[in-house]
């Protein structure tokens, strides 16, 4: 038997003109927990969806047990014994826990005589080798989320699974399920399983892996065991990198006095969601959220303004009032402006025309008495596309046929009809092509320039270290840090977003 | 110079004024019906005749109110199963008071209040307890049908009564009545219109109205762009319910009476009406003008088949297909239009 149960050599991809992964080498031998970490867009998923047949290399070649494999979908991948449990649950949560964990093999339309005795006979086996306890007759969907991993586990093992590759198996996991699902992999382990343990968390790698593995920008930077290495090391490699996009300059100076306060959280809490956060916005900066998907950036700024209902809740001052529990239109009349994350889902009208979504939050900016301009609607429509150079063919054009980057600049249009006092922008250039970016972060800037107070969620760290101020990073739902002016560099942000303090403050 | 500028600009504001006019989603149906309007009055001397064209406009005068109705809830995404039912209840409802002794205006306004009560309860429905449009609307169309069998006990209601009373005479026009000149322009084409021009202006022009199309286009992005969609479906449920119930009135009287079948069928009419005109099952897009005239086509190919003398057994086959064909004929240009813009 070989020493490597995979091994991949040379691994490229790109997606149109974006290049993901850069001639990555990777080995897995039975056994073994090998991680790999990085930042959001690192290439993990990319690098992983290769060695499951979801996505097709541009080169590179992958082995299994010392022999070349051609693996063009996820039915070579199972038979080459490799196994995947996404992050997101994907079982059929009406049907049995059974007919869960056999599903792969009914795809076999000869086996139309189904024995579901014996298949739930089977499936019991399975799961009991696992965690002991389930009955497998009862419907997925009166599992919690761990019972439903468990679950997910048990499927990939049905199909006599060599490697499995878990992506952040523990993200939705609590404390108490953690220590279930690392017993679990004990177990495995033991049965010569090789585990690919795909994780943002780097308390995780010291508690259960064997080696761990480095991607950042599409190179894998290093390969290491992990009792030769130190979390401040994994974060340098997480976070070193040369700055590629050009950035408009930061504010020179910053009055952090009482005067300047714009915004005010005190004591937000949310049940599951965050924690005691507290924070001041201030005049002229741009303040930056940054923290790994999911630590609660977005439900914050939902909170503030009125999109989310919170308990217990906190206070929000502006303007020397509380307004949390102020429905959203209020707020957005009062002169507060949030920019979704997603503008797909939540931010643009698709079929619509580009000068009806201008015009969509402040519908007064085109009115005459009670009646809706048209002539006003499309004069507005033009002022921005002029203003934000959004490249189109005409104001009424609908916004789908519209690129990423000009969307973007139309949503960023309908938070500017009315100028907003403050401005909170989720994911300002998600999916946005690289000269749009660069205009947005102008744009950004050139808002707290003239005072507007602006915040700026993003997951992408460059972008938080190429436009903020001052970044306020959170870790589970809390503010576990704060950087500000000089100290806004990646290894400072990386050192709280990855959670690489508490390993500090445990020693 | 200066001349020749202004000229240019001029030109050019003409050119774009065609180019939208021809562009416009109804102005492809405007053309077909035309086309098809000719077309019979040169076939059957019958078409072009005033007895005939008065029937049909009359017919969709009271059709044309669940046309509308439905187009509003479309453009919320939603659809309205129950705009036949609802109509023929408020009309039960407003010839049982109007029979009793009611003063038949008062009954009217009951009438149609009952149909705005029948929307509010489905529109809570469908916000609050988060059913789907289809299930509401489909249970509500039973519902409202169940409830005029047990008002009337399956027999239809008299109204020539009450109706030829004097004192009625002026109520009597809102279904009967004609303007201008004896025989003239019956009334209910009167009020059928000012209703399409009002409807179709306000959910152009009202800002109020102009969240019906951001919640059917998004719901999510109209929420958070401050926009209550509750509400705005609610209120088109109740908009639905109030012009089922004008229809209802008109009907009444223009019938004398309610037959306890009235109303049925209208939903699919109205459903295929609207998606014919371009209206988006998806919510978000349309107009109510596009909703009459695609009514409009459906009633030219009834009557067609009429003057042709197609036999009725064949007749519901045929209009559907051509509807059908209609539909993919749309799907099909509005599928290039997107790949122009791409």
């Known amino acids: 038997m070989a020493e490597n149960i995979l091994e991949l050599r040379g691994l490229s991809k790109s997606f149109g003109a974006n290049q993901v992964l850069f001639d990555v080498n990777f080995s897995l031998k039975p056994g073994e927990v090998h991680a790999i970490i990085g930042e959001n867009g690192a290439g993990k998923s990319t690098m992983m969806n290769i060695t499951y047949g979801l996505v097709k290399p541009n080169s590179g070649e992958i082995y299994i047990d010392g022999k070349k494999v051609d693996i063009k979908d996820p039915n070579d991948a199972e038979k080459n014994g490799i196994c995947f449990v996404h992050q997101e649950i994907a079982l059929c949560q009406e049907m049995t826990i059974a007919q869960n964990i056999l599903m792969t093999r009914v795809k076999n339309m000869k086996d139309i005589n189904l024995n579901y005795k014996k298949i739930n006979e089977e499936a019991q086996k399975l799961i009991d080798d696992i965690v002991p306890g389930f009955d497998v007759s009862q419907p997925v969907e009166s599992l919690n989320i761990a019972g439903q991993q468990v679950v997910e586990i048990a499927k990939a093992l049905s199909m006599d699974c060599k490697i499995l590759i878990l992506d952040e198996p523990t993200s939705s996991l609590s404390d108490k399920e953690t220590v279930a699902l690392y017993r679990i992999m004990d177990n495995l382990k033991e049965k010569g399983i090789g585990i690919v343990y795909i994780s943002h968390r780097l308390a995780e790698i010291f508690e259960k892996c064997d080696r761990v593995s480095v991607l950042r920008d599409g190179y894998m930077i290093n390969t290491y065991d992990v009792a030769n290495v130190n979390a401040a090391q994994l974060v340098n490699d997480m976070a070193g990198r040369e700055m590629n996009n050009i950035y408009p300059p930061k504010a020179e100076s910053v009055d952090y006095s009482d005067e300047t306060v714009m915004l005010e959280v005190k004591n937000l809490s949310a049940k599951r969601r965050f924690k005691d956060v507290n924070f001041k916005l201030h005049r002229g900066e741009i303040l930056g959220f940054s923290g790994l998907v999911g630590a609660g950036r977005t439900e914050i700024m939902e909170a503030i303004v009125g999109l989310r209902e919170v308990k217990p809740g906190g206070e929000v001052i502006f303007e020397g009032e509380n307004i949390l529990g102020t429905a959203a239109k209020k707020i957005f009349k009062k002169g507060i402006a949030y920019l979704p994350e997603s503008r797909k889902e939540t931010g643009l009208f698709l079929e619509m025309g580009i000068h009806q979504n201008t015009s969509s939050l402040h519908l007064e900016t085109i009115q005459n008495g009670a009646l809706l301009s048209n002539a006003k609607e499309i004069a507005q429509a033009n002022k921005f596309i002029t203003a934000l150079r959004t490249k189109c063919s005409s104001p009424v054009q609908p916004v789908n046929s519209l690129s990423g980057g000009n969307q973007q600049k139309v949503l960023f249009s309908k938070m500017l009809t009315v100028k907003p006092k403050i401005l909170i922008a989720d994911e300002p250039t998600r999916g946005v092509d690289v000269g749009a970016k660069s205009e947005i972060h102008a744009l950004l800037r050139a808002l707290a320039t003239e005072g507007t107070g602006v915040i700026v969620v993003s997951s992408e760290l460059n972008e938080i270290l190429g436009i903020c101020d001052r970044v306020l990073v959170m870790y589970e739902g809390k503010i576990v840090g704060e950087v500000k002016g000089e100290d806004v560099v990646a290894n400072n942000v990386m050192h709280y977003a990855s959670g690489a303090f508490l390993l500090e403050e445990n020693k | ?342």
């Open chain 2, 1 to 342: 110079m200066a001349n020749t500028v202004a000229k240019k600009s001029e030109l050019g504001q003409q050119n774009s004024f065609w180019k939208k006019l021809v562009g416009a989603r109804e102005f492809s149906l405007f053309v077909i019906i035309v086309a098809f309007f000719l077309f019979l009055t040169f076939t059957q001397d019958v078409f072009l005749t005033w007895l005939n064209l008065k029937t049909m406009l009359v017919s969709m005068s009271t059709t044309g109110m669940t046309v509308i109705a439905m187009a509003f809830v479309m453009l919320t995404g939603g659809i309205d199963l129950a705009v036949g039912a609802t109509m023929c209840l408020a009309m039960a409802i407003g010839a049982v008071l109007f029979k009793g002794g009611m003063n038949p205006w008062v009954a009217s306004v009951i009438a149609i209040f009952s149909g705005v009560v029948i929307g509010w309860i489905q529109g809570m429905l469908i916000t609050k307890i988060k059913l789907i449009h289809f299930i509401v609307t489909m249970c509500f169309m039973g519902i409202c049908r169940g409830l005029v069998m047990y008002i009337t006990k399956g027999t239809p209601i008299s109204l020539v009564l009450p109706l030829s009373m004097e004192e009625n005479a002026a109520f009597v026009k809102v279904g009967q009545g004609d303007l201008f000149f004896t025989n003239g322009i019956p009334l209910p084409i009167l009020i059928f219109i000012a209703v399409v021009i009002i409807c179709d202006f306000l959910l152009k022009k009202s800002a109020v109205c102009r969240q019906i199309f951001y919640t059917g286009s998004n719901e999510k992005a109209a929420a958070y762009s401050g926009i209550k969609t509750d509400r705005v479906k609610i209120a088109v449920m109740m908009i639905s319910g109030f012009l089922c119930g004008i229809g209802g009135v008109i009907y009444m009287v223009r019938f004398s009476g309610v037959p306890v079948s009235a109303g049925e069928g209208f939903e699919m009419t109205a459903i295929a009406s609207c998606v014919i005109g371009g209206v988006s099952m998806n919510g978000g897009r349309g107009t109510v003008l596009g909703a009459v005239l695609g009514l409009t086509f459906m009633t030219l190919i009834t009557n067609a088949m009429n003057l042709f003398l197609v036999s009725p057994t064949v007749q519901e086959l045929i209009r559907y297909l051509i509807v059908l064909a209609a539909v993919i004929l749309d799907n099909a240009q509005a599928n290039a239009r997107a790949k122009k813009l791409a």
